[in-house]
């Protein structure tokens, strides 16, 4: 896609714990040291949830390429989850091409996201 990119792991073929990658990932993103992540695991499940645990990401599942532009375009993700036992790498890649070129609508969508940035500041 030619993109520049870190890649955080995991590099070995053994059971590690999503929350090692996910929130490193997560984290670098909420202090605008990235503009987005992407994260994948069995079923994207864990890194989702992990991630989410993080003030100021959007973390999105998505296993089809609609999901991932609306994802985009009505909640601004800025961190995509997939699970690769779910989908294949072609898809995968389709999933992460159409997220990376979906912009923002912004209008009514910014005012929903600006309520659970309120929520965030006042409870997190």
Partial sequence: MGIEYTDFG????TSVDYPDYALPVAEKVARGEFDRGILICGTGIGMTIAANKVKGVRCAL????YSAKLTRMHNDSNILAMGERVIGPGLAREIAKA???TEFEGGR??????KIADYENEHL
């Fill in 109 to 114: 969508h910014a005012r929903r996201i600006g």
């Fill in 62 to 65: 998505c296993h089809d390429v």
């Fill in 99 to 101: 997220w990376l070129e």
């Fill in 10 to 13: 995991c590099d070995c073929e």
